[in-house]
Protein backbone atom coordinates (compact mmCIF):
# COMPACT_ATOMS: atom_id res chain seq x y z
CA UNK A 1 0.00 0.00 0.00
CA UNK A 2 1.37 3.43 -0.39
CA UNK A 3 2.53 5.11 2.75
CA UNK A 4 1.12 8.53 2.38
CA UNK A 5 -2.23 7.10 1.16
CA UNK A 6 -2.38 4.46 4.58
CA UNK A 7 -1.63 7.13 6.24
CA UNK A 8 -4.11 9.56 5.30
CA UNK A 9 -7.47 6.58 5.81
CA UNK A 10 -6.01 6.45 9.68
CA UNK A 11 -6.22 9.87 9.53
CA UNK A 12 -9.56 10.08 8.15
CA UNK A 13 -10.41 7.42 10.50
CA UNK A 14 -9.64 9.00 13.41
CA UNK A 15 -11.35 12.27 12.60
CA UNK A 16 -14.43 11.08 11.41
CA UNK A 17 -14.96 8.08 13.99
CA UNK A 18 -13.62 8.92 17.31
CA UNK A 19 -16.17 7.28 19.38
CA UNK A 20 -15.80 4.32 22.33
CA UNK A 21 -17.98 1.24 20.58
CA UNK A 22 -18.80 1.18 24.87
CA UNK A 23 -21.52 3.74 24.21
CA UNK A 24 -24.14 2.69 21.91
CA UNK A 25 -27.43 4.26 21.89
CA UNK A 26 -30.69 2.13 22.70
CA UNK A 27 -31.65 2.38 18.78
CA UNK A 28 -30.42 1.86 15.80
CA UNK A 29 -30.61 4.18 12.75
CA UNK A 30 -28.57 5.60 9.42
CA UNK A 31 -29.18 9.50 8.58
CA UNK A 32 -27.40 10.76 5.52
CA UNK A 33 -27.44 13.32 2.38
CA UNK A 34 -26.99 12.55 -0.94
CA UNK A 35 -25.66 15.68 -3.54
CA UNK A 36 -26.67 15.35 -7.00
CA UNK A 37 -29.62 12.68 -6.86
CA UNK A 38 -30.72 10.42 -9.17
CA UNK A 39 -33.92 9.26 -8.10
CA UNK A 40 -35.55 10.45 -4.77
CA UNK A 41 -35.48 7.14 -2.89
CA UNK A 42 -33.02 4.85 -1.62
CA UNK A 43 -33.08 0.92 -0.89
CA UNK A 44 -32.26 -0.87 2.10
CA UNK A 45 -31.27 -4.98 2.19
CA UNK A 46 -29.77 -7.17 4.58
CA UNK A 47 -28.01 -9.84 1.95
CA UNK A 48 -31.12 -10.62 -0.61
CA UNK A 49 -34.04 -9.01 2.02
CA UNK A 50 -35.40 -5.78 1.00
CA UNK A 51 -35.76 -4.10 4.26
CA UNK A 52 -37.07 -0.56 3.55
CA UNK A 53 -37.27 2.08 0.62
CA UNK A 54 -36.50 5.45 2.63
CA UNK A 55 -36.98 8.61 0.56
CA UNK A 56 -35.41 11.69 0.08
CA UNK A 57 -36.60 14.88 1.97
CA UNK A 58 -36.30 18.19 0.20
CA UNK A 59 -32.87 18.73 1.29
CA UNK A 60 -32.04 15.23 -0.02
CA UNK A 61 -31.53 14.10 3.18
CA UNK A 62 -32.90 10.74 4.78
CA UNK A 63 -33.06 9.00 8.07
CA UNK A 64 -33.63 5.17 8.63
CA UNK A 65 -34.35 3.98 12.14
CA UNK A 66 -34.52 0.08 12.51
CA UNK A 67 -36.13 -2.60 14.20
CA UNK A 68 -35.10 -2.88 18.14
CA UNK A 69 -34.14 -6.85 17.02
CA UNK A 70 -31.42 -5.74 14.36
CA UNK A 71 -28.68 -7.96 13.59
CA UNK A 72 -24.86 -6.91 13.43
CA UNK A 73 -23.16 -7.18 10.47
CA UNK A 74 -23.23 -6.01 6.62
CA UNK A 75 -26.19 -4.35 4.99
CA UNK A 76 -26.68 -3.06 1.75
CA UNK A 77 -27.29 1.13 0.87
CA UNK A 78 -28.68 0.88 -3.02
CA UNK A 79 -29.69 4.59 -5.10
CA UNK A 80 -31.46 3.41 -8.23
CA UNK A 81 -30.94 5.25 -11.52
CA UNK A 82 -33.19 5.15 -14.67
CA UNK A 83 -30.44 2.83 -16.39
CA UNK A 84 -28.46 1.75 -13.33
CA UNK A 85 -28.06 1.81 -9.73
CA UNK A 86 -25.04 2.52 -7.55
CA UNK A 87 -24.18 0.64 -4.32
CA UNK A 88 -22.45 0.18 -1.45
CA UNK A 89 -22.38 -2.19 1.72
CA UNK A 90 -22.43 -1.16 5.08
CA UNK A 91 -21.56 -2.44 8.41
CA UNK A 92 -24.23 -1.60 11.46
CA UNK A 93 -24.12 -3.29 15.03
CA UNK A 94 -27.15 -2.54 17.83
CA UNK A 95 -27.10 1.22 19.13
CA UNK A 96 -24.96 2.98 16.33
CA UNK A 97 -25.98 5.88 14.72
CA UNK A 98 -24.51 6.04 11.28
CA UNK A 99 -24.06 9.15 8.97
CA UNK A 100 -23.27 8.84 5.27
CA UNK A 101 -22.26 12.38 2.77
CA UNK A 102 -22.19 11.50 -1.13
CA UNK A 103 -22.24 12.90 -4.23
CA UNK A 104 -23.49 10.28 -6.88
CA UNK A 105 -20.69 11.94 -9.34
CA UNK A 106 -18.19 9.91 -7.62
CA UNK A 107 -19.99 7.50 -5.64
CA UNK A 108 -17.64 5.00 -3.94
CA UNK A 109 -15.12 7.51 -4.04
CA UNK A 110 -17.12 10.75 -2.16
CA UNK A 111 -19.19 8.08 0.47
CA UNK A 112 -18.01 9.01 3.74
CA UNK A 113 -19.26 7.94 7.61
CA UNK A 114 -19.45 9.74 10.79
CA UNK A 115 -21.24 9.24 14.06
CA UNK A 116 -21.51 5.47 16.02
CA UNK A 117 -19.86 3.17 13.50
CA UNK A 118 -18.20 5.33 11.43
CA UNK A 119 -15.01 3.92 12.17
CA UNK A 120 -15.49 0.53 10.82
CA UNK A 121 -16.83 1.46 7.66
CA UNK A 122 -14.50 4.08 7.11
CA UNK A 123 -11.96 1.02 7.58
CA UNK A 124 -14.07 -1.11 4.98
CA UNK A 125 -13.96 1.73 2.41
CA UNK A 126 -10.20 1.77 2.80
CA UNK A 127 -10.14 -1.70 2.57
CA UNK A 128 -12.30 -1.57 -1.12
CA UNK A 129 -10.81 1.61 -2.71
CA UNK A 130 -7.32 0.33 -1.90
CA UNK A 131 -8.03 -3.17 -3.24
CA UNK A 132 -9.25 -1.58 -6.77
CA UNK A 133 -5.85 0.37 -6.48
CA UNK A 134 -3.47 -2.64 -5.64
CA UNK A 135 -5.06 -4.51 -8.47
CA UNK A 136 -4.03 -1.65 -10.68
CA UNK A 137 -0.77 -1.97 -9.29
CA UNK A 138 -0.69 -5.51 -10.60
CA UNK A 139 -0.26 -4.28 -14.00
CA UNK A 140 3.66 -3.05 -12.85
CA UNK A 141 3.99 -5.77 -10.51
CA UNK A 142 2.88 -8.86 -12.39
CA UNK A 143 6.50 -8.73 -14.38
CA UNK A 144 8.18 -9.47 -10.69
CA UNK A 145 9.42 -12.33 -9.52
CA UNK A 146 7.00 -14.27 -6.93
CA UNK A 147 9.15 -14.21 -3.96
CA UNK A 148 9.28 -10.47 -4.38
CA UNK A 149 5.45 -10.08 -5.16
CA UNK A 150 4.60 -12.40 -2.17
CA UNK A 151 6.62 -9.87 0.24
CA UNK A 152 4.84 -6.98 -1.13
CA UNK A 153 1.45 -8.61 -1.06
CA UNK A 154 2.31 -9.70 2.32
CA UNK A 155 3.33 -6.26 3.19
CA UNK A 156 -0.17 -4.71 2.34
CA UNK A 157 -1.60 -7.45 4.41
CA UNK A 158 0.34 -7.08 7.32
CA UNK A 159 -0.64 -3.23 7.34
CA UNK A 160 -4.04 -3.61 7.32
CA UNK A 161 -4.42 -6.40 10.08
CA UNK A 162 -2.01 -4.01 12.30
CA UNK A 163 -4.06 -1.43 12.20
CA UNK A 164 -7.50 -3.48 12.65
CA UNK A 165 -5.81 -4.90 16.11
CA UNK A 166 -5.10 -1.40 17.10
CA UNK A 167 -8.54 -0.10 16.56
CA UNK A 168 -9.51 -3.37 18.36
CA UNK A 169 -7.48 -2.46 21.20
CA UNK A 170 -8.18 1.12 21.30
CA UNK A 171 -12.20 0.08 21.35
CA UNK A 172 -12.75 1.65 18.17
CA UNK A 173 -14.49 -1.66 16.69
CA UNK A 174 -15.91 -4.69 18.25
CA UNK A 175 -14.81 -7.82 18.19
CA UNK A 176 -17.15 -9.17 15.62
CA UNK A 177 -16.10 -6.46 13.28
CA UNK A 178 -12.71 -7.53 14.12
CA UNK A 179 -13.54 -10.80 12.92
CA UNK A 180 -15.49 -10.01 10.05
CA UNK A 181 -12.92 -7.40 8.60
CA UNK A 182 -9.59 -9.64 9.12
CA UNK A 183 -11.68 -12.17 6.50
CA UNK A 184 -12.13 -9.28 3.91
CA UNK A 185 -8.11 -8.59 4.40
CA UNK A 186 -7.64 -12.55 3.66
CA UNK A 187 -10.03 -12.45 0.98
CA UNK A 188 -8.48 -9.74 -0.55
CA UNK A 189 -5.26 -10.88 -0.42
CA UNK A 190 -6.45 -14.26 -1.83
CA UNK A 191 -8.05 -12.23 -4.89
CA UNK A 192 -4.53 -10.78 -4.92
CA UNK A 193 -2.63 -13.80 -5.76
CA UNK A 194 -5.46 -15.13 -7.85
CA UNK A 195 -4.42 -11.78 -10.15
CA UNK A 196 -1.17 -12.31 -10.34
CA UNK A 197 -1.09 -15.79 -11.43
CA UNK A 198 -4.11 -14.77 -14.37
CA UNK A 199 -1.41 -12.68 -15.37
CA UNK A 200 1.55 -14.58 -14.98
CA UNK A 201 0.06 -17.54 -16.64
CA UNK A 202 -0.76 -15.39 -19.70
CA UNK A 203 1.95 -13.43 -20.90
CA UNK A 204 5.04 -14.43 -18.61
CA UNK A 205 4.84 -18.24 -18.61
CA UNK A 206 8.22 -18.59 -17.50
CA UNK A 207 7.79 -16.73 -14.17
CA UNK A 208 4.56 -19.21 -13.59
CA UNK A 209 6.61 -22.32 -13.76
CA UNK A 210 8.79 -20.45 -10.86
CA UNK A 211 5.85 -20.13 -8.43
CA UNK A 212 6.02 -21.68 -5.03
CA UNK A 213 4.11 -25.06 -4.80
CA UNK A 214 2.04 -23.83 -2.05
CA UNK A 215 1.58 -20.51 -4.01
CA UNK A 216 -2.25 -21.75 -4.35
CA UNK A 217 -2.75 -23.08 -0.83
CA UNK A 218 -5.06 -20.35 0.12
CA UNK A 219 -8.01 -22.28 -2.50
CA UNK A 220 -7.63 -25.24 0.21
CA UNK A 221 -9.11 -22.54 2.90
CA UNK A 222 -11.06 -20.32 1.12
CA UNK A 223 -14.68 -20.95 2.32
CA UNK A 224 -16.76 -20.95 -1.13
CA UNK A 225 -19.88 -20.40 0.58
CA UNK A 226 -18.95 -17.73 2.83
CA UNK A 227 -23.00 -16.91 3.97
CA UNK A 228 -21.73 -13.52 5.99
CA UNK A 229 -19.87 -11.81 2.56
CA UNK A 230 -21.84 -14.04 0.01
CA UNK A 231 -22.66 -10.18 -1.17
CA UNK A 232 -19.32 -8.25 -0.34
CA UNK A 233 -17.53 -6.75 -2.99
CA UNK A 234 -13.88 -8.25 -2.43
CA UNK A 235 -15.13 -11.50 -1.91
CA UNK A 236 -17.29 -11.78 -4.75
CA UNK A 237 -14.12 -9.90 -6.83
CA UNK A 238 -12.17 -13.32 -5.45
CA UNK A 239 -14.53 -15.37 -6.52
CA UNK A 240 -14.75 -14.43 -10.47
CA UNK A 241 -11.30 -14.16 -10.44
CA UNK A 242 -10.87 -17.90 -9.10
CA UNK A 243 -13.62 -18.92 -11.38
CA UNK A 244 -11.51 -16.97 -14.25
CA UNK A 245 -8.25 -19.03 -13.91
CA UNK A 246 -10.23 -22.48 -13.35
CA UNK A 247 -11.95 -21.60 -16.65
CA UNK A 248 -8.72 -21.11 -18.33
CA UNK A 249 -7.00 -24.08 -16.20
CA UNK A 250 -9.37 -26.30 -18.11
CA UNK A 251 -9.09 -24.99 -21.51
CA UNK A 252 -4.86 -25.09 -21.44
CA UNK A 253 -5.48 -29.07 -20.17
CA UNK A 254 -7.71 -29.96 -23.02
CA UNK A 255 -5.39 -28.14 -25.78
CA UNK A 256 -7.71 -25.23 -25.98
CA UNK A 257 -6.79 -22.24 -28.26
CA UNK A 258 -7.26 -18.98 -27.22
CA UNK A 259 -7.53 -19.99 -23.79
CA UNK A 260 -7.69 -16.35 -22.70
CA UNK A 261 -10.49 -14.90 -24.32
CA UNK A 262 -12.92 -14.29 -21.23
CA UNK A 263 -15.71 -13.54 -23.16
CA UNK A 264 -15.20 -16.64 -25.67
CA UNK A 265 -18.33 -18.96 -25.62
CA UNK A 266 -15.76 -21.75 -23.82
CA UNK A 267 -14.81 -20.40 -21.15
CA UNK A 268 -18.20 -18.15 -20.17
CA UNK A 269 -19.84 -21.69 -20.61
CA UNK A 270 -17.58 -23.62 -18.44
CA UNK A 271 -18.07 -20.28 -15.59
CA UNK A 272 -21.38 -20.95 -15.60
CA UNK A 273 -20.79 -24.76 -15.07
CA UNK A 274 -18.50 -23.98 -12.21
CA UNK A 275 -20.97 -21.51 -10.92
CA UNK A 276 -23.48 -24.23 -11.08
CA UNK A 277 -21.23 -27.09 -8.72
CA UNK A 278 -19.82 -25.23 -6.79
CA UNK A 279 -22.16 -22.58 -5.09
CA UNK A 280 -24.54 -23.92 -2.62
CA UNK A 281 -25.57 -20.14 -1.45
CA UNK A 282 -28.75 -19.31 -3.46
CA UNK A 283 -27.44 -15.75 -3.73
CA UNK A 284 -23.87 -16.92 -4.88
CA UNK A 285 -25.46 -19.23 -7.74
CA UNK A 286 -27.90 -16.34 -9.27
CA UNK A 287 -25.27 -14.07 -8.99
CA UNK A 288 -22.59 -15.64 -11.11
CA UNK A 289 -24.71 -17.96 -13.51
CA UNK A 290 -27.01 -14.72 -13.93
CA UNK A 291 -23.80 -12.57 -15.02
CA UNK A 292 -22.05 -15.37 -17.16
CA UNK A 293 -25.04 -16.49 -19.04
CA UNK A 294 -26.20 -12.67 -19.33
CA UNK A 295 -22.35 -12.31 -21.30
CA UNK A 296 -23.04 -15.55 -22.97
CA UNK A 297 -25.90 -13.95 -24.78
CA UNK A 298 -24.41 -10.40 -25.34
CA UNK A 299 -21.56 -12.21 -27.32
CA UNK A 300 -23.95 -14.52 -29.14
CA UNK A 301 -24.09 -13.64 -32.62
CA UNK A 302 -27.04 -16.14 -33.81
CA UNK A 303 -30.48 -17.08 -32.46
CA UNK A 304 -29.62 -20.68 -32.17
CA UNK A 305 -26.55 -19.15 -29.41
CA UNK A 306 -28.76 -17.60 -27.32
CA UNK A 307 -31.61 -20.02 -26.94
CA UNK A 308 -28.39 -23.01 -26.00
CA UNK A 309 -27.85 -20.50 -23.06
CA UNK A 310 -31.92 -20.44 -22.23
CA UNK A 311 -32.11 -23.99 -22.42
CA UNK A 312 -29.20 -24.54 -20.17
CA UNK A 313 -30.52 -22.41 -17.59
CA UNK A 314 -34.03 -24.20 -17.86
CA UNK A 315 -32.27 -27.39 -16.72
CA UNK A 316 -30.43 -26.21 -13.53
CA UNK A 317 -31.83 -24.50 -10.49
CA UNK A 318 -32.14 -21.49 -11.46
CA UNK A 319 -34.39 -18.53 -10.53
CA UNK A 320 -37.43 -17.97 -12.03
CA UNK A 321 -37.63 -14.40 -11.44
CA UNK A 322 -33.97 -14.06 -12.99
CA UNK A 323 -34.74 -16.72 -15.78
CA UNK A 324 -37.62 -13.86 -17.03
CA UNK A 325 -34.82 -11.92 -16.68
CA UNK A 326 -32.50 -13.35 -18.45
CA UNK A 327 -35.58 -13.83 -21.43
CA UNK A 328 -35.85 -10.14 -21.87
CA UNK A 329 -32.25 -9.69 -22.20
CA UNK A 330 -32.55 -12.49 -24.89
CA UNK A 331 -35.38 -10.94 -26.40
CA UNK A 332 -32.69 -7.34 -27.02
CA UNK A 333 -30.11 -9.43 -28.33
CA UNK A 334 -32.12 -11.00 -31.12
CA UNK A 335 -34.14 -7.48 -31.30
CA UNK A 336 -30.91 -5.24 -31.85
CA UNK A 337 -28.08 -7.24 -32.13
CA UNK A 338 -28.32 -10.38 -34.99
CA UNK A 339 -29.83 -10.02 -38.29
CA UNK A 340 -31.87 -7.93 -40.59
CA UNK A 341 -32.63 -4.40 -37.81
CA UNK A 342 -33.36 -2.07 -40.32
CA UNK A 343 -36.53 -2.07 -39.81
CA UNK A 344 -36.03 -0.87 -36.28
CA UNK A 345 -36.78 2.82 -35.20
CA UNK A 346 -35.30 5.42 -33.99
CA UNK A 347 -35.81 8.70 -32.41
CA UNK A 348 -34.25 12.16 -34.16
CA UNK A 349 -32.55 14.97 -32.32
CA UNK A 350 -36.11 17.12 -33.30
CA UNK A 351 -37.93 13.92 -31.72
CA UNK A 352 -39.11 12.74 -35.20
CA UNK A 353 -39.00 8.78 -35.59
CA UNK A 354 -36.92 7.19 -38.42
CA UNK A 355 -35.89 3.63 -39.52
CA UNK A 356 -32.68 2.35 -39.17
CA UNK A 357 -32.70 1.11 -42.76
CA UNK A 358 -32.69 5.02 -43.50
CA UNK A 359 -29.09 5.71 -41.53
CA UNK A 360 -27.06 2.77 -43.54
CA UNK A 361 -26.76 3.98 -46.48
CA UNK A 362 -23.04 2.88 -46.48
CA UNK A 363 -21.80 0.51 -43.73
CA UNK A 364 -22.52 1.52 -40.26
CA UNK A 365 -21.20 1.57 -37.19
CA UNK A 366 -23.83 1.95 -34.21
CA UNK A 367 -22.33 2.25 -30.63
CA UNK A 368 -24.68 3.10 -27.39
CA UNK A 369 -24.53 5.42 -24.58
CA UNK A 370 -26.10 6.88 -21.80
CA UNK A 371 -25.75 10.15 -19.83
CA UNK A 372 -25.24 8.67 -16.36
CA UNK A 373 -21.81 7.49 -17.52
CA UNK A 374 -20.49 10.60 -18.17
CA UNK A 375 -16.29 9.62 -18.40
CA UNK A 376 -17.38 6.73 -20.32
CA UNK A 377 -19.22 9.07 -22.90
CA UNK A 378 -16.80 11.63 -23.20
CA UNK A 379 -14.24 8.88 -24.00
CA UNK A 380 -16.27 6.82 -26.43
CA UNK A 381 -17.17 10.41 -28.05
CA UNK A 382 -13.72 11.56 -28.23
CA UNK A 383 -12.30 7.95 -30.21
CA UNK A 384 -15.32 8.01 -32.32
CA UNK A 385 -14.56 11.80 -33.51
CA UNK A 386 -10.99 10.15 -34.79
CA UNK A 387 -12.73 7.47 -36.50
CA UNK A 388 -14.77 9.29 -38.39
CA UNK A 389 -11.93 11.32 -39.75
CA UNK A 390 -10.36 8.10 -40.52
CA UNK A 391 -12.78 6.28 -42.42
CA UNK A 392 -15.30 8.40 -44.09
CA UNK A 393 -16.71 5.69 -45.81
CA UNK A 394 -17.96 4.64 -42.37
CA UNK A 395 -21.64 5.65 -40.76
CA UNK A 396 -20.61 5.80 -37.12
CA UNK A 397 -24.29 6.28 -35.24
CA UNK A 398 -24.63 6.64 -31.62
CA UNK A 399 -27.71 5.42 -29.93
CA UNK A 400 -28.66 7.12 -26.19
CA UNK A 401 -30.40 4.33 -24.34
CA UNK A 402 -31.70 6.85 -21.51
CA UNK A 403 -35.51 7.21 -20.58
CA UNK A 404 -37.34 10.67 -21.14
CA UNK A 405 -38.70 12.41 -17.92
CA UNK A 406 -41.78 12.35 -17.24
CA UNK A 407 -42.95 15.50 -18.67
CA UNK A 408 -42.12 13.74 -22.46
CA UNK A 409 -39.06 15.82 -22.67
CA UNK A 410 -35.21 14.35 -22.75
CA UNK A 411 -32.23 15.56 -21.21
CA UNK A 412 -30.35 13.50 -23.86
CA UNK A 413 -31.51 16.29 -26.75
CA UNK A 414 -29.72 19.27 -24.22
CA UNK A 415 -26.99 17.17 -23.90
CA UNK A 416 -26.23 16.98 -27.33
CA UNK A 417 -25.45 20.92 -27.54
CA UNK A 418 -24.29 21.06 -24.39
CA UNK A 419 -21.21 18.27 -24.80
CA UNK A 420 -20.39 19.67 -27.79
CA UNK A 421 -21.92 16.45 -30.17
CA UNK A 422 -23.94 18.38 -32.92
CA UNK A 423 -21.41 16.92 -35.32
CA UNK A 424 -22.16 13.43 -34.37
CA UNK A 425 -24.77 11.37 -35.88
CA UNK A 426 -27.13 10.95 -33.00
CA UNK A 427 -30.36 9.41 -31.86
CA UNK A 428 -32.21 8.00 -29.23
CA UNK A 429 -33.36 4.53 -28.39
CA UNK A 430 -36.77 3.18 -29.21
CA UNK A 431 -37.84 -0.53 -27.60
CA UNK A 432 -40.13 -1.85 -24.73
CA UNK A 433 -39.97 -0.03 -21.68
CA UNK A 434 -38.89 -3.60 -19.49
CA UNK A 435 -36.09 -3.60 -22.19
CA UNK A 436 -34.64 -0.74 -21.74
CA UNK A 437 -32.52 -0.99 -18.50
CA UNK A 438 -30.67 -3.90 -20.07
CA UNK A 439 -28.92 -1.50 -22.90
CA UNK A 440 -26.49 -0.58 -20.29
CA UNK A 441 -24.98 -4.42 -21.19
CA UNK A 442 -23.87 -2.74 -24.55
CA UNK A 443 -22.47 0.35 -23.66
CA UNK A 444 -18.60 -0.84 -24.67
CA UNK A 445 -20.34 -2.83 -28.04
CA UNK A 446 -20.36 -1.17 -30.91
CA UNK A 447 -22.68 -3.40 -33.78
CA UNK A 448 -21.43 -3.50 -38.00
CA UNK A 449 -24.36 -3.38 -40.35
CA UNK A 450 -24.18 -3.49 -43.47
CA UNK A 451 -26.02 -1.41 -46.08
CA UNK A 452 -29.57 -3.50 -46.37
CA UNK A 453 -29.28 -3.23 -42.27
CA UNK A 454 -27.97 -6.86 -41.38
CA UNK A 455 -25.82 -7.55 -38.77
CA UNK A 456 -22.42 -8.58 -39.85
CA UNK A 457 -21.07 -8.45 -36.02
CA UNK A 458 -22.06 -7.10 -32.36
CA UNK A 459 -19.18 -7.93 -30.98
CA UNK A 460 -16.80 -4.98 -31.75
CA UNK A 461 -15.32 -3.26 -28.49
CA UNK A 462 -14.43 0.61 -29.01
CA UNK A 463 -11.34 0.12 -26.30
CA UNK A 464 -10.59 -3.21 -28.18
CA UNK A 465 -6.76 -2.92 -29.53
CA UNK A 466 -7.98 -4.32 -32.39
CA UNK A 467 -11.13 -2.19 -32.96
CA UNK A 468 -9.97 -0.62 -36.12
CA UNK A 469 -7.81 -3.71 -37.59
CA UNK A 470 -11.46 -5.71 -37.33
CA UNK A 471 -13.48 -2.75 -39.18
CA UNK A 472 -10.79 -2.90 -41.78
CA UNK A 473 -11.90 -6.90 -41.86
CA UNK A 474 -15.30 -6.33 -42.29
CA UNK A 475 -14.72 -2.84 -44.31
CA UNK A 476 -12.90 -5.33 -46.64
CA UNK A 477 -15.36 -8.22 -46.31
CA UNK A 478 -18.68 -5.85 -47.18
CA UNK A 479 -16.69 -4.46 -50.29
CA UNK A 480 -16.34 -8.21 -51.88
CA UNK A 481 -19.67 -8.39 -51.29
CA UNK A 482 -20.50 -5.59 -52.92
CA UNK A 483 -18.28 -6.09 -55.88
CA UNK A 484 -19.98 -9.35 -56.39
CA UNK A 485 -23.48 -8.09 -56.11
CA UNK A 486 -22.38 -5.77 -58.97
Same mark, same amino acid.
Given at each position: ?7 ? +? ?7 ? @??? $? ?71 ? *? ?47 ? #? ?15 ? !? ?22 ? =?????? !? ?16 ? *? ?61 ? #? ?14 ? #????? +? %????? =? ?14 ? $? ?42 ? $? ?15 ? %? ?33 ? $? ?6 ? &? ?11 ? @? ?14 ? =? ?11 ? /? &? ?9 ? /? ?11 ? #??
Amino acid at each position: MNQNKFIF +FLIVLICLG @CTD $SKNKNSSTSITGEIFNPRSDAIVLLENNRTIDTVMLDENNRFYYKFDEDIKDGLYTFLHNYQTHYETQMFYLE *KGDSLQFRLNTQEFDQSLMYSGEGAVANNFLMMLFLENIQNNKLLLEYY #RIEPEEFLSKADSIKAD !YKNYLSKLHRDGQVSKNFKKLANQ =VIDYSY !YDIKERYYFLVNKYMYEI *KRELPADFMNHRKSADFNHEELQKYYIYQHFLDDYLKNKAVEHCQESGGKNCFDLHSKINLQK #RLELADSLFKLKSLRQ #RFMRD +F %SGWLI =VNSETEEAVDSTLTFL $SKVDFDQNEFKRINRLAEVQKRQFIGHIGDLSVTTKKGDQVKIS $SLTDKPTVFYYWSLYYK %SHHLNQHEKIKQYQKRYPEVNFVGINIDYNNDDGK $SNWQSSIE &NFGYDGFSEYQLI @CPANQRIFYRNYLNKA =VFVDTSGVVLTGK /L &NLRDNKFEEKL /LGLLNRENKVADK #RN
